[in-house]
């Protein structure tokens, strides 16, 4: 602020000099003019023009004194400018250090997040794949009967399946792995549990489960129940969830493939858990007649009927599973 204060000061005496040389100089020229015409015995005309032209003359002289003026104050602006700008180039750089110390602590953080964020998912990984060999590996501590409703929708998001199980425990059930069905292949889009709204509810009172994904990948979900009140005298309940766009090739084309594994990992020297097995297909009334058939002949299938709904339902049933691998061709003409 003192450096300043004495630069201006400077200014103000410099172009307090200039605009007194200017003032002094303007009468001493008309002086000597006149002086010098009237001695001479110029003429009234050469007088005038003498007078005239010292005038313009000093004009100039008045004009470069107060260009002078202007230049000089325009110079200590730029000067000024100039400081103020390199106070502000220093303050900005030291900023720029401090945000590049900033950036390479971030960036290490960031570093050491990612690490950690792989460990995590390794470990995830580690628990989910011991979760799984445990649940295939141990004896089934139960059986039941199974039935599958499964409606193809006039659109994607009318496909539903219900699953409704008739459990007799053997010994204490706390947990159970199961894997709906959801749409596969190229066009497939579900990979998360709750893309399907995947709900368990146990008949008549609605007994508390927990819900966990072990796999979420597109065309393949596996979800491990947990039951807050362990199974140990026979139940119903029923798990229900909406895999849109399961039934959109058998609306395109008029076919489509249902596959089921029914079969357990384990030492049991039974291969399946199921009593028994049935599956209803319902299908667009507004359709001509469906037909399903089982491609290893394994069950029976009942034909085509309306129902009080003016669904078509055909309906499936295998009295006596035994560990097998179901395949189901759906057929429904396309209008």
Not at 76 to 83: D, H, Q
Not at 121 to 144: L, P, S
Not at 180 to 193: H, K, T, W, Y
Not at 319 to 329: I, L, M, V
């Amino acid at each position: 602020m003192a450096g300043n204060s004495g630069t201006r000061e400077e200014q103000k005496k410099t172009y307090s000099q200039a605009a007194a040389g200017v003032w002094e100089i303007v009468p001493v020229a008309v002086g000597v003019v006149s002086g010098v015409a009237g001695l001479a015995g110029f003429s009234q005309g050469a007088s005038r023009l003498a007078l005239l032209l010292t005038a313009v003359v000093c004009g100039l002289i008045a004009v470069v004194r107060f260009w002078t003026i202007f230049v000089l104050r325009h110079n200590g602006e730029l000067k000024s400018t100039i400081r103020r700008l390199q106070t502000d180039g220093a303050a900005l750089q030291a900023e720029n250090d401090s945000l590049s110390s900033a950036n390479q602590t971030l960036q290490a953080d960031n570093r050491t997040l990612q690490a950690d964020n792989e460990r995590l998912a390794e470990e995830h990984t580690g628990y989910v794949n011991a979760i799984q060999r445990i649940v295939d590996r141990e004896t089934a501590a139960f059986h039941e009967d199974l039935e599958v409703t499964i409606t193809v929708g006039a659109q994607d998001g009318d496909d539903v399946i219900v699953e409704r199980r008739h459990t007799y425990p053997r010994e204490r059930v706390t947990h159970r792995s199961m894997r709906p069905i959801v749409p596969a292949g190229r066009a497939a889009q579900v990979s998360r549990l709750s893309d399907i709204d995947y709900r368990v509810r146990f008949l008549p009172d609605d007994a508390p489960v927990e819900k966990f994904a072990l796999i979420e990948e597109i065309g393949h979900l596996r979800v491990w129940l947990v039951f807050d009140q362990p199974l140990t005298d026979e139940v119903d309940w029923e798990v229900t969830y909406h895999p849109a766009g399961l039934w959109r090739p058998l609306r395109q084309r008029g076919r489509d493939v249902l596959r089921w594994r029914d079969q357990l990992i384990t030492t049991d020297t039974k291969p399946s858990a199921l009593a028994s097995f049935t599956v209803t297909f319902l299908f667009p009334g507004h359709l001509p007649m469906p037909w399903v058939t089982e491609r290893h002949q394994h069950g029976s299938v009942t034909p085509a009927r309306r129902t009080g709904g003016g669904q078509w339902e055909v309906r499936w049933r295998d009295p006596a599973p035994a560990g097998h691998y179901y395949e189901w061709d759906l057929l429904q003409p396309v209008r």
